[in-house]
């Protein structure tokens, strides 16, 4: 009898508890935010992925008693696809309700959406798409972006390498938007230290022969040769270098780095290249995300891009806290907000309202692996790059 | 028969299948957008048990100018309705941009027989052939969309040999190869703007400047309605063009090639001209609206036109019934709205939205509203009343 009482009065507590949570949860003002990725079609995998990401980011808002408001999540599937996500950016920008948003992770829906976020004032944080566009494209201020841009690398790589000693530098890069955006970026960030340029030699994508360019390279007599480009062209890049006995350090932006380039190229021993972003596991709050990822128990995994997702939208949910729900006052709070450590890093926009600090990793190759830098022989001075 | 009987019939029908638009549009709780379905589901089936589909459809082909105006007064209200709400307007601007690319894919798949999966690519090809116009140069936007136009058609004329020597299943092979083509073309070409694609100016006629939007009477009217009101135009032109090439002895000679091609050839028929006829006025329309559609979104990138896209419009055609003018337009709708409407239910609406259409198929495999028999003379059935 007395153990029924007491199990009784339990129950009556926990139904009190559970009323006067509710009753406080109700005191809050609702605030919806919105998220866009593709969660249909060929990248869902990392659509899903942000959506939980976002979703628990938003869980835990709300679990957490000293924020102002009560979140609500609105999450459209932009299926990859650049006529659909301004379709969905229509829907969501013209939703009164809505009062930001986390969006996109294909660049060329990004590119295309953002004005009409713009036009419909809606404040939003890019978490995926990395396209330099999506942000130095335009003026607009409701735009911002925490994940690093394609091009944000060679700002590293050029400290990276003028920091080893390096001064005479020769570009090689493909003819693409990807390489020609890596060359633009690489020569005006070596501009503002004391490396030279030598020269530039722009190749076709499916280019064989490469031994005019390396010839005329090799007469300039460069330190580092710098490598714009995706890996195969890399690796016979590499290799030909090897063919006519170029002693230049070989260097690469992050589209040579996968294991073919390393099976392909007869010398890929102490080749660098700049890895975009960093493990989840390194990240400050990479360990915590993928903890609390895995007790909300989500059916799929958070793929490597889910914590970008969580962190974009905490710094949203930051700035709701701090300017309310208006539009208007939260695309203030972002473009003036402080420098803020978030599980990627730290956060904090430039006049286009992208993350300046974006995570580069630079790699070497060791004993046919990829190696972080920090962690390999040659960083130790175990053993040495060309011409060091 | 009794001709006020039938307009009336015909009026009731518009009338509600009006109303289901609006309240379909308006639906945004899963309850409300699933019970509409079932609503819409049940409601034809049980009609079609009843003989009432069958009864209606004579009366909208025996007074067809007042079916054809109802219905346009019935598009026209339910933009009223909309106008200051700017993604309904999108929503329902983009079914009438998919129903003038379908009625052109619906002259070379539907009347002359030759299948064409590379749709999406003659859309796409007006559509950069927009964004270079209107972002290079000062060409009037109206020249523009003529333009794109004639660029699917050019493009198309690039195929018209491999086309015309290959039948069936080979043609289709043709087809499919371009489409994968035109999207590796257009990516690796930095004047199209690439993989990560290129802006379009909006649309300006006469200094009617279709981005702004009105206030009358102190209402928002959004400037999408620009868009859809230009998009009903220019779906009334292609509808009455398409119903007038159907009906013609060109019509004739197409289904009649579609039929039997070497019959048609014994009769002396010039079996090459109509397919070139065919693919011709159908990449044309293609083109056109193409150009328009990119004017409207400001923007496109190769992944609008993929392969995918192509098999959307072809499966559009399916769904209505080949050669059904009207079951297009009914597919075309059902195909653009439903996948959006579903986005409640996140990463499974694909997988509802194709059982859907997988169930619809199944009970009625030759689409929704199959085409009717030739009527050799149109109006017959009310002249003899």
């Known amino acids: ?388 | 028969m009794n001709s006020i009987s039938i307009y009336r019939n015909i009026f009731v029908s518009v009338l509600l299948g009006t109303l289901f638009v609006v309240a379909m549009m308006m639906a945004e709780s899963q309850v409300a957008v699933l019970s509409l379905i079932v609503l819409a589901a049940v409601s034809c089936i049980v009609l079609q048990k009843k003989g009432v589909i069958r009864k209606l459809g004579s009366d909208f082909a025996s007074a067809e100018k007042f079916a054809n105006g109802t219905i346009m007064i019935g598009a026209l209200a339910t933009a009223v309705v909309f106008a200051g709400d700017h993604f309904i307007l999108l929503m329902l601007t983009t079914v009438l941009i998919y129903v003038v690319a379908c009625l052109g894919l619906n002259i070379q798949f539907g009347y002359a027989g030759m299948v064409n999966f590379a749709g999406a690519a003659f859309f796409g090809a007006g559509g950069y052939a927009a964004a270079v116009l209107t972002m290079q140069t000062g060409l009037p936007h109206l020249v523009v969309l003529v333009i794109g136009g004639l660029v699917a058609v050019i493009v198309g004329f690039l195929l018209i040999l491999p086309v015309l020597r290959t039948r069936g299943h080979y043609a289709a092979v043709v087809t499919i190869a371009f489409s994968l083509l035109f999207r590796t073309l257009v990516e690796v070409s930095p004047v199209l703007g690439g993989a990560q694609g290129s802006p379009v100016t909006g649309m300006v006629i006469f200094g009617w400047n279709f981005n702004e939007g009105y206030q009358i009477a102190g209402f928002d009217v959004s400037f999408y309605i620009n868009y859809f009101l230009f998009a009903l135009i220019l779906t009334a032109v292609t509808f009455t063009i398409v119903r007038r090439v159907e009906r013609s002895w060109i019509g004739l000679n197409m289904d009649s090639i579609r039929i039997d091609e070497t019959a048609s050839a014994c009769f002396g028929m010039n079996v090459a001209r109509w397919k070139v006829t065919a693919f011709t006025i159908g990449n044309f329309f293609m083109g056109i609206i193409g150009a328009f559609y990119a004017m409207m979104l400001g923007f496109i990138a190769p992944n609008n036109f993929t392969f995918g896209d192509s098999l959307i419009m072809v499966s559009i055609i399916l769904l209505g019934g080949i050669g059904s003018i009207w079951g297009i337009i009914l597919a075309t709708g059902i195909v653009i709205i439903l996948p959006e409407k579903l986005q409640i239910i996140q990463e499974y609406r694909f997988l509802i939205f194709s059982l859907g259409v997988i169930l619809v198929l199944l009970y009625r495999p030759n689409g929704l509203l199959s085409r009717a028999a030739r009527t050799y003379f149109p109006g017959l059935l009310r002249g003899a009343r």
């Open chain 1, 1 to 388: 009898m007395k153990q029924i009482f007491r199990i009784a009065s339990i129950l009556a507590l926990g139904a009190l508890a559970v009323t006067a949570t509710n009753g406080m949860a109700n005191a809050k003002d609702k605030v919806t935010v919105g998220y866009i990725g593709p969660i249909t079609g060929k990248v869902s995998a990392h659509g899903i992925a942000g959506r939980n990401s976002a979703d628990l980011a938003i869980n835990l808002r709300n679990q957490d008693p000293n924020s102002k408001y009560e979140y609500e999540l609105v999450a459209l599937d932009d299926e990859c696809k650049p006529n659909i996500g301004i379709q969905v950016a229509t829907k969501m920008a013209t939703d009164k309700h809505v009062s930001g948003a986390v969006t996109h992770f294909c660049s060329a829906v990004a590119t295309g959406a953002v004005r009409i976020y713009h036009q419909f004032h809606l404040p939003v944080v890019v978490w995926g798409a990395i396209s330099p566009s999506v942000t130095y494209g335009n003026d607009y201020k409701e735009i911002h972006r925490t994940i690093g841009t394609l091009t944000s690398q060679n700002k590293v790589a050029v400290d990276f390498l003028t920091g080893l000693g390096y001064k005479k530098y020769v570009v090689i890069y493909d003819t693409t938007d990807y390489g020609k955006g890596h060359l633009e970026a690489f020569a005006n960030d070596l501009l503002a230290t004391d490396g030279e340029l030598l020269e530039a030699y722009g190749v076709a994508a499916d280019q064989q022969d490469f031994t005019a360019e390396l010839t005329k390279a090799k007469s300039l007599n460069p330190e580092v040769i710098y490598f714009a480009g995706l890996s195969d062209l890399g690796i016979r890049v590499r290799n030909q270098m090897e063919k006519l006995g170029i002693e230049a350090q070989f260097a690469g932006v992050s589209g040579i780095i996968s294991d073919t380039f390393i099976d392909g190229t007869t010398a890929s021993e102490g080749s660098l290249a700049m890895r975009q972003g960093a493990p989840v596991e390194v990240m400050p709050g990479g360990p915590e995300f993928i903890k609390k990822y895995a007790d909300a128990d989500y059916k799929d995994p958070a793929e490597a891009y889910g914590v970008y997702a969580y962190a974009a939208m905490n710094v949203l949910l930051d700035a709701v806290e701090e300017a309310g729900p208006d539009r208007q006052a939260i695309t203030k709070a972002l473009n003036t907000m402080p420098a803020k450590e978030y599980s990627i890093g730290m956060v904090e926009f430039d006049d286009h309202g992208q993350n300046v600090n974006s995570l580069v990793t630079p790699l070497v190759v060791q004993d046919g692996a990829w190696v972080t830098w920090d962690e390999s022989e040659y960083a130790s001075g175990k053993r040495t790059l060309k011409g060091k």
